[in-house]
């Protein structure tokens, strides 16, 4: 656990580290700074304004249902009591009614948490499984992730709108500061890239921390992980036009339903006895063995905003409940 805090406060420090050297720069070079408070104010602007609208969004993006007690007492139940545990307030419960497998949290508060589940995920996890995942999400809702990241997203938000004004914009403004400006619009341009690699780092942490909570909940990591391997497989299974619907709200899911069709085959190795699932023992022998992944995984992971599956199903491989 404090290897994954450590990560994530070095993460926040070198974050608004770009952000301070952007403000000594682009003060230095031009008298006035105002230009970087105007980009900033703009991005925090769009940033409140996804965040008070984004809750709807995701409603009817993903077709959410709330659901009432006597439509799924069985639902409620797990919702509840892991609230409880978790020491939340129990947040709306809600139905996606699209086939792919998957279950998410979203809303702007702990008071407005809503945890959703896909139609397609009520039939294929058992009851364990399922409220793993529930409590996977709820630790989201507990952790203001949602949050964390929307505001994370600000600094590439305000590093690329820096770039394109300096980089088209700025000998307009000012030709014998044109030099100048396009040397500040490139190293924005870069430190974009770097910031937005940051924040999908942070994202991916968050699912680690995530999955801990779950755990920690009282939740099987043999569990977890099956309900993992499951989603995988139900994934991979989608047809292409279920995954262009919910290709915008995949960083909402517990996995990347984009990565399902790599992932199962790594997956299926650890199902030894073929049976769709991932018991105790099959998690155990993974504990001690090593996990490396090529070159190609390593990009795909960089880019992504969830971890490696089979790193994750690693991590959980060292849990105890």
Same mark, same amino acid.
């Given at each position: 656990?404090?290897? =994954? +805090? ?19 720069? &682009?003060?230095?070079?031009?008298? %006035? ?5 105007? /980009? =900033? !104010?703009?991005?925090?602007?769009? *940033?409140?304004? +996804?965040?008070?609208?984004? $809750? ?5 993006? *993903? ?14 139940? *797990?919702?509840?009591?892991? #609230? ?11 139905? @996606?009614?699209?086939? =792919? ?30 409220? @793993? &995942?529930?409590? %996977?999400?709820?630790? %989201? ?7 964390? !990241? ?8 305000? *590093? ?20 100048? #400006? #396009? ?21 991916? !942490? ?5 999955? +801990?909570?779950? &755990? @920690? ?11 993992? /391997? ?26 990347? $339903? ?21 018991? $105790? ?11 490396? =992944? ?11 905003? %969830? $971890? ?9 491989? +060292?849990?105890?409940?």
């Amino acid at each position: 656990m404090w290897s =994954l +805090q450590l990560r994530m406060w070095l993460l926040l420090t070198l974050l608004f580290g770009f952000i301070y050297a952007v403000i000594v720069v &682009v003060g230095r070079v031009f008298l %006035h700074v105002g230009d970087f408070w105007f /980009y =900033l !104010i703009i991005s925090v602007a769009m *940033m409140l304004i +996804q965040y008070m609208i984004g $809750p709807k969004i995701v409603e009817w993006t *993903m077709h959410v249902r709330y659901l009432k007690r006597e439509e799924n007492p069985r639902l409620f139940q *797990m919702v509840e009591s892991l #609230a409880i545990q978790a020491r939340i307030p129990a947040p709306r419960i809600g139905i @996606a009614e699209i086939e =792919l497998p998957n279950a998410f949290a979203f809303g702007r508060s702990l008071r407005d948490g809503r945890v959703c589940v896909t139609r397609g995920i009520l039939s294929l996890l058992d009851d364990a499984e399922l409220k @793993a &995942v529930l409590g %996977h999400e709820l630790t %989201h809702l507990k952790n203001r992730d949602v949050l964390t !990241i929307t505001i994370l997203s600000v600094i590439p938000m305000v *590093m690329y709108r820096i770039a394109w004004n300096m980089l088209f914009f700025g000998r307009r403004r000012d030709d014998r500061g044109s030099g100048n #400006a #396009a040397l500040i619009g490139l190293a924005a341009f870069i430190f974009y890239f770097i910031t937005n690699l940051l924040v999908l780092y942070a994202s991916r !942490i968050r699912e680690y921390f995530a999955d +801990q909570g779950s &755990v @920690a909940l009282g939740n099987r990591p043999s569990a977890l992980a099956s309900s993992l /391997y499951k989603l995988v497989y139900g994934s991979a299974r989608a047809d292409k036009e279920t995954m262009k619907e919910v290709e915008g709200l995949k960083a909402f899911f517990v996995n990347d $339903p984009s990565q399902a069709r790599k992932e199962i085959r790594e997956l299926a190795q650890l199902d030894l006895d073929k049976s769709g699932t991932i018991d $105790p023992s099959e998690l155990e022998m993974l504990s001690n063995k090593n996990v490396r =992944l090529g070159f190609g995984d390593k990009m795909m992971e960089l880019l992504s905003t %969830h $971890p490696n599956m089979l790193k994750r199903i690693k991590r959980l491989s +060292q849990y105890k409940v």
